[in-house]
């Protein structure tokens, strides 16, 4: 299985401050076939399911603010807020759909300074 | 418009069973797989399998094999998830979702195993 692990567990960032989040995979989730990062981020708020920000590693999900970016390759992936608003405090997630049991990480929770 | 809506909330004895739906939307039930992903309270996302409806093609996390089992009614778009000799750990919230990149999710629907 491939194993997702995000640093840090937590963070608290001031308002308007930007907030990073890592993901490791223990295996590169690139697919050489088609040159695609097979990764992608969700956010999760209290009692509210997960929802999709960037799949494909870096690719914004239809609705998403732009203060939210996907980067990295291979194994080695970050999430980035570079604004942070109140409305961003909320538990994220990575996830590999490289192969299957899909996997992920074991989530990031941001909070307010 | 892809929608998925799933049962109510379940509480079952230790070693009993549990079945769980999942009604799709007609294009959602002919064009995706359906990932179904549970969480422990306060814990992270743990995908259990996942099943193609159309062609009932499942595939299972290697802990669930044997206990766990995916089916799809094509008259009613809606599938199913039934996992068999529960144990208190079983207690968690049981999300249906797109398969793979899981852009849309159910609202979800709790399991509480206890005796």
């Known amino acids: 299985d491939i194993v997702m692990t995000q640093s840090p567990d937590s963070l608290a960032v001031s308002l308007g401050e930007r907030a990073t989040i890592s993901c490791r995979s223990s295996?590169?989730?690139?697919?050489?076939?088609?040159?695609?990062?097979?990764l992608a981020w969700y956010r999760q708020k209290p009692r509210q399911p997960p929802t999709l920000l960037i799949y494909?590693?870096?690719t914004r999900e239809f609705g998403v603010s732009d203060r939210i970016s996907g980067s990295g390759s291979g194994t080695d992936f970050t999430l980035i807020i570079s604004s942070l608003q109140a409305a961003d405090v909320a538990v994220y997630y990575c996830?590999?759909?490289?192969?299957?049991?899909?996997?992920f990480g074991q989530g990031t929770k941001v909070e307010i300074k | 418009q892809v929608q998925l809506e799933q049962s109510g909330g379940e509480v079952k004895k230790p070693g009993s069973s549990v079945k769980v739906s999942c009604k799709a939307s007609?294009?959602?039930?002919?064009?995706?797989?359906i990932s179904w992903v549970r969480q422990a309270r306060g814990q992270g996302l743990e995908w259990v399998g996942s099943?193609?409806?159309?062609?009932?093609?499942?595939n299972y996390a290697q802990r669930f094999k044997g206990r766990v089992t995916f089916t799809a009614d094509k008259s009613t778009t809606t599938v199913f998830m039934e996992v068999n000799s529960l144990r208190s750990d079983d207690t968690a919230i049981y999300y249906c979702?797109?398969?793979?990149?899981?852009?849309?999710w159910g609202r979800g629907t709790l399991v509480t195993v206890s005796s």
């Open positions: 007609e294009g959602t039930f002919n064009n995706y797989g």
């Open positions: 099943i193609l409806p159309l062609f009932d093609i499942t």
């Open positions: 494909w590693a870096s």
């Open positions: 295996q590169s989730v690139l697919n050489t076939s088609d040159n695609r990062n097979y």
């Open positions: 979702a797109t398969d793979g990149i899981m852009d849309y």
């Open positions: 996830q590999q759909y490289h192969m299957t049991p899909w996997t």
